[in-house]
């Protein structure tokens, strides 16, 4: 249940406001505007009469939201949730961000290098798998810790916020302390133990779209993370699995307006693991832009045919800086920033 006050109601309404509903064993949680406060009911609001609120002489209005997800639901979050990562803004009005670097870290030289040529390129932050989930057990798992602080040594050099999947919660520490934004990958977005934990973290979480789910699933899982406090959710379309075999997945690009039809938060879009082809990924990444995402998510390496992980789908240097500025007419065509 949603519920709008009055302009200039006075703070003790408010408190009285919340008092009533918290006593009824109802969440509240009450978000400020210039001219009007919005109080957001979680709970069995089923119990509480409409007429009844709308008989407060300070209530002017409320609105029973149908969908499952509170926290996450523009009715209750009406302007755009802005994210800041060390400085760089992701979502509403902010210019497009750019999430560039290999698949897996592959080594302190390589990483640096990398974080270098996607940062000339357009990048804004850096991103780089240090613990890898792989479909074969016999492949790459990626280097673990030491992949991390090659990736904080990178930042250190070039001031570019770093982005890397965590899979266990017994890792989480060690992101808390030296990871930027915390990724949550396909495989482990209805992993609801790791969404508690990653809920409890004080950094930026990307939430990437499962292979095979809804998006209200998708929007779920982002409301496990926000129910436990953490509110820094971005959610990333990596593309969907379906009967199509010319691609790796399919990309939903109307996923896009509809996320932001419903919730509040950021839209980032990854081409490419939706395609799975290098060749794809440029045109992808401008449909994206043009449908409204406010980010892009793409590997990059120096020399795909000998990348440790998914070299199909990574753009060379030259031709990632040749996407992005092209992305930037997209984006300035639509009236954004990049």
């Known amino acids: 249940?949603?519920?709008?006050?009055?302009?200039?109601?006075?703070?003790?309404?408010?408190?009285?406001?919340?008092?009533?509903?918290?006593?009824?064993?109802?969440?509240?949680?009450?978000?400020?505007?210039?001219?009007?406060?919005?109080?957001?009911?979680?709970?069995?609001?089923?119990?509480?009469?409409?007429?009844?609120?709308?008989?407060?002489?300070?209530?002017?209005?409320?609105?029973?939201?149908?969908?499952?997800?509170?926290?996450?639901?523009?009715?209750?979050?009406?302007?755009?949730?802005?994210?800041?990562?060390?400085?760089?803004?992701?979502?509403?009005?902010?210019?497009v961000t750019v999430?560039?670097?290999?698949?897996?870290?592959?080594?302190?030289?390589?990483?640096?290098?990398?974080?270098?040529?996607?940062?000339?390129?357009?990048?804004?932050?850096?991103?780089?798998?240090?613990?890898?989930?792989?479909?074969?057990?016999?492949?790459?798992?990626?280097l673990g810790t030491e992949g991390i602080l090659d990736m904080v040594r990178a930042r250190e050099a070039t001031g570019l916020p770093i982005v890397s999947e965590l899979m266990d919660e017994a890792h989480i520490d060690e992101f808390e302390e030296y990871v930027d934004v915390v990724q949550i990958g396909a495989r482990n977005m209805q992993n609801f133990q790791l969404l508690k934990a990653v809920g409890k973290m004080h950094k930026p979480v990307l939430l990437k779209r499962g292979l095979a789910n809804t998006i209200e699933e998708w929007i779920m899982s982002a409301e496990y993370i926000m129910a436990g406090g953490n509110e820094q959710v971005l959610l990333c379309e990596r593309g969907i699995r379906t009967f199509e075999k010319y691609t790796r997945n399919t990309l939903d690009l109307s996923a896009i307006p509809v996320?932001?039809?419903?919730?509040?938060?950021?839209?980032?879009?990854?081409?490419?693991?939706?395609?799975g082809n290098y060749k794809y990924v440029q045109s992808m990444a401008m449909a994206a832009v043009a449908a409204g995402a406010d980010g892009l998510e793409i590997e990059v390496h120096d020399n795909p045919q000998c990348a440790w992980s998914d070299g199909a789908q990574c753009l060379k240097p030259d031709l990632f800086a040749e996407t992005i500025e092209k992305c930037r007419l997209i984006a300035h065509a639509v009236g954004r920033e990049m």
């Open 99 to 142: 999430m560039a670097g290999p698949c897996s870290i592959e080594g302190a030289e390589h990483t640096m290098r990398m974080a270098q040529l996607v940062k000339a390129g357009g990048a804004t932050m850096l991103r780089g798998g240090a613990y890898k989930p792989r479909t074969s057990p016999y492949s790459f798992q990626g």
């Open 1 to 95: 249940m949603i519920i709008s006050t009055k302009k200039g109601t006075p703070q003790v309404e408010l408190d009285r406001i919340i008092d009533n509903f918290e006593k009824q064993g109802l969440s509240v949680t009450l978000i400020r505007g210039e001219d009007y406060n919005v109080f957001g009911l979680v709970g069995d609001t089923t119990k509480i009469a409409e007429k009844d609120v709308l008989a407060n002489p300070w209530v002017d209005n409320v609105t029973r939201v149908s969908a499952p997800y509170k926290r996450a639901n523009r009715l209750f979050h009406p302007e755009d949730t802005v994210i800041d990562v060390r400085g760089v803004q992701v979502g509403a009005a902010a210019p």
């Open 259 to 275: 996320v932001k039809e419903k919730t509040h938060l950021p839209v980032i879009v990854d081409p490419s693991h939706a395609t």
